[in-house]
């Protein structure tokens, strides 16, 4: 079995062999208590810039583009990995892993859900301190020669539980009415954007919705865009969800493209690149957003850990790579024959 280390080498050399143009590495962290799991990525200290590197130069070496996703875990931070149980760590991940809990930090001491524990709440001090966590992850990835970096603000982690009213009862500048909700994560995307060379695109992933007529709606996601559009922010990622809600207000059960209408209409009323994602499955399908105007980009997640190979086989069918030229020349060769040979 490959060390974790290994095992991020070759899933970008994989992905970058497939045929993308651009990928992202995950969720990285800004500091060792921003992780979610003992096993996730981070950049908070110097001595994580070679690793980095090492990510960097697979892909461009397989003609691939790459950015990094930077994040903080907040409230759902002292997690377990999603195949070790996925919920709050505990004494028994302790005495079977070594790997103890950490007090999480939040805007507001809300526990995720029952039985997590009560995060921290930051003190203005503290977010002082966050933010200059964030502003030396952003040079270590410039440092370590990512393309774009990507700032995470979805899914209950750290920025979006400021954004949300249902994380978020501050009484102070980061609480209370919309503007001072967004005022973290826009300070820290006009952080990324001054910190990143001015020729590369920087972009935002935003939780367009908490759920069904509750907290986070897509009117704020909508204002929240018109701001991130005035820093400089080239393009709106746009997921939904991460928080815990009652089923009356959970999302509907998630179909394919079920978040392309938030893209959609950020795109149109904000006037900004937009990111669709979300059980994006069929290449044409895929067109057939990009065609009819609905997003800029199209993101793949999952889709490609089952398909490593799905974007140079959609350009095969979609007609746009009639010479391979999107496929290594280790892999083309022989598979254009095949294809030639089985008459498809």
Same mark, same amino acid.
């Given at each position: 079995?490959?060390?974790?280390?290994?095992?991020?080498?070759?899933?970008?050399?994989? @992905?970058?062999?497939?045929?993308?143009?651009?990928?992202?590495?995950?969720?990285?962290? !800004?500091?060792?208590?921003?992780?979610?799991?003992?096993?996730?990525?981070?950049?908070?200290?110097?001595?994580?810039?070679?690793?980095?590197?090492?990510?960097?130069?697979?892909?461009?070496?397989?003609?691939?583009?790459?950015?990094?996703?930077?994040?903080?875990?907040?409230?759902?931070?002292?997690?377990?990995?999603?195949?070790?149980?996925?919920?709050?760590?505990?004494?028994?991940? =302790?005495?079977?892993?070594?790997?103890?809990?950490?007090?999480?930090?939040?805007?507001?001491?809300?526990?995720?859900?029952?039985?997590?524990?009560?995060?921290?709440?930051?003190?203005?001090?503290?977010?002082?301190?966050?933010?200059?966590?964030?502003?030396?992850?952003?040079?270590?990835?410039?440092?370590?020669?990512?393309?774009?970096?990507?700032?995470?603000? &979805?899914?209950?982690?750290?920025?979006?539980?400021?954004?949300?009213?249902?994380?978020?009862?501050?009484?102070?500048?980061?609480?209370?009415?919309?503007?001072?909700?967004?005022?973290?994560?826009?300070?820290?995307?006009?952080?990324?954007?001054?910190?990143?060379?001015?020729?590369?695109?920087?972009?935002?992933?935003?939780?367009?919705?908490?759920?069904?007529?509750?907290?986070?709606? =897509?009117?704020?996601?909508?204002?929240?865009?018109?701001?991130?559009?005035?820093?400089?922010? &080239?393009?709106?990622?746009?997921?939904?969800?991460?928080?815990?809600?009652?089923?009356?207000?959970?999302?509907?059960?998630?179909?394919?493209?079920?978040?392309?209408?938030? &893209?959609?209409?950020?795109?149109?009323? !904000?006037?900004?690149?937009?990111?669709?994602?979300? @059980?994006?499955?069929?290449?044409?399908?895929?067109?057939?957003?990009?065609?009819?105007?609905?997003?800029? =980009?199209?993101?793949?997640?999952?889709? @490609?850990?089952?398909?490593?190979?799905?974007?140079?086989?959609?350009?095969?069918?979609?007609?746009?790579?009639?010479?391979?030229?999107?496929?290594?020349?280790?892999?083309?060769?022989? @598979?254009?024959?095949?294809?030639?040979?089985?008459?498809?």
């Amino acid at each position: 079995m490959l060390r974790e280390g290994q095992v991020h080498v070759a899933h970008i050399g994989k @992905l970058a062999a497939g045929g993308a143009g651009l990928l992202f590495v995950e969720q990285t962290s !800004v500091n060792v208590k921003s992780r979610i799991t003992h096993g996730c990525l981070g950049l908070w200290k110097d001595e994580h810039i070679p690793g980095m590197k090492k990510l960097v130069d697979v892909s461009h070496s397989l003609n691939a583009r790459i950015g990094i996703q930077l994040g903080h875990g907040g409230r759902k931070s002292s997690s377990q990995r999603p195949w070790e149980g996925g919920g709050p760590l505990g004494d028994a991940d =302790l005495q079977a892993r070594n790997e103890g809990p950490w007090l999480p930090m939040a805007p507001s001491s809300i526990p995720f859900d029952n039985g997590w524990q009560v995060p921290h709440m930051l003190s203005v001090a503290e977010i002082d301190g966050v933010v200059d966590d964030f502003r030396q992850a952003f040079r270590r990835a410039r440092e370590s020669r990512f393309d774009t970096v990507e700032l995470h603000c &979805a899914h209950g982690y750290l920025l979006h539980s400021f954004l949300s009213p249902l994380s978020n009862t501050r009484e102070d500048e980061y609480g209370g009415s919309l503007e001072n909700r967004m005022r973290l994560p826009l300070r820290i995307a006009q952080i990324m954007r001054g910190e990143w060379p001015k020729h590369l695109p920087v972009f935002v992933r935003i939780s367009s919705v908490d759920g069904v007529n509750i907290g986070w709606s =897509l009117d704020d996601s909508v204002a929240f865009a018109r701001e991130l559009k005035k820093l400089g922010i &080239a393009a709106i990622d746009c997921s939904s969800g991460g928080m815990k809600l009652p089923r009356s207000h959970s999302l509907v059960a998630r179909t394919p493209g079920f978040q392309v209408p938030f &893209a959609e209409r950020i795109k149109r009323e !904000v006037d900004i690149p937009t990111i669709a994602v979300g @059980l994006i499955r069929e290449p044409r399908y895929a067109e057939q957003i990009l065609q009819e105007g609905k997003a800029t =980009l199209i993101a793949l997640a999952r889709e @490609l850990l089952w398909n490593p190979n799905w974007p140079a086989q959609a350009a095969l069918e979609l007609g746009c790579d009639p010479d391979w030229k999107n496929w290594p020349d280790q892999y083309g060769w022989w @598979l254009k024959r095949r294809v030639v040979q089985q008459g498809h």
